[in-house]
């Protein structure tokens, strides 16, 4: 474990100076919004600025989460129309630093490479327009129980999966079914991880969320 550890510093001090894929065409300008200061109703579980997660430590220093302006404003939406069931979003995850996710593919074994992001094609949420999240209920504040867990690799994260139980599939669906109807797709590998429609107009961004106002 403390091997893993050194390796995990090396990558993160030396992985810091490589470099985003360079991009041409023209693009929307980036205009990263956090997400509860349009909906203070969201709840937050940032998993990497905690060590409740695939890599077991923090990799965020700021437990926040960022969408470019239409998808965050997209979301709002299906955070209201989920209230009248009782539920609300929780978001795990939003905008990456591309820094991250060339870090998840460098430490993620290759038979699990499905669940990371190629960093040499950057990803759906170090442009912004992605998003890790489940359901809550607004009676409780407690995380609803999906079919597997945040970041879980296994099939169970799949959104096609029909195991678990009937409850389990039904609150997974609902939330797939609220999310597409403004505009998001879900990734075929992870029921949590929504691409909203626009994110090929945006570019790939390295910003640490302390430099985003």
């Not at 999906?146 to 939330?175: A, H, I, V």
């Not at 079914?177 to 945006?202: I, L, P, R, T």
Request: hydrophobic share 35%; net charge neutral.
């Amino acid at each position: 474990m403390k091997a893993f550890y050194l390796f995990l510093t090396c990558i993160i001090i030396f992985g810091c100076k490589a470099q985003p894929p360079q991009e041409t065409g023209n693009f929307k300008p980036t205009d990263l919004i956090e997400l509860i200061k349009l909906d203070t109703s969201i709840h937050l579980d940032i998993r990497y600025a905690t060590s409740n997660n695939f890599v077991g430590r923090p990799i965020y220093k700021e437990a926040r989460a960022f969408l470019q302006r239409p998808a965050a404003e997209a979301l709002i939406k299906v955070n209201a129309s989920l209230k009248p069931l009782g539920y609300g979003l929780v978001v795990f995850d939003g905008y990456r630093p591309w820094s991250v996710t060339k870090l998840f593919w460098d430490i993620t074994p290759d038979d699990k490479k499905q669940f990371v992001a190629d960093p040499s094609k950057g990803s759906r949420h170090n442009r912004g327009c992605a998003v890790d999240l489940s359901l809550y209920d607004l009676k409780t504040g407690k995380e609803i129980e999906m079919t597997g867990n945040y970041d879980e690799m296994t099939e169970r994260s799949y959104p096609s999966y029909t195991g678990g139980t009937e409850e389990q599939r039904k609150m997974r669906d609902l939330l797939r079914s609220k999310m597409e109807a403004q505009g998001f797709d879900v990734y075929e590998y992870e029921w949590w991880h929504f691409d909203y429609k626009d994110w090929k107009e945006y570019r790939i961004t390295n910003v640490p969320f302390s430099a985003i106002k």
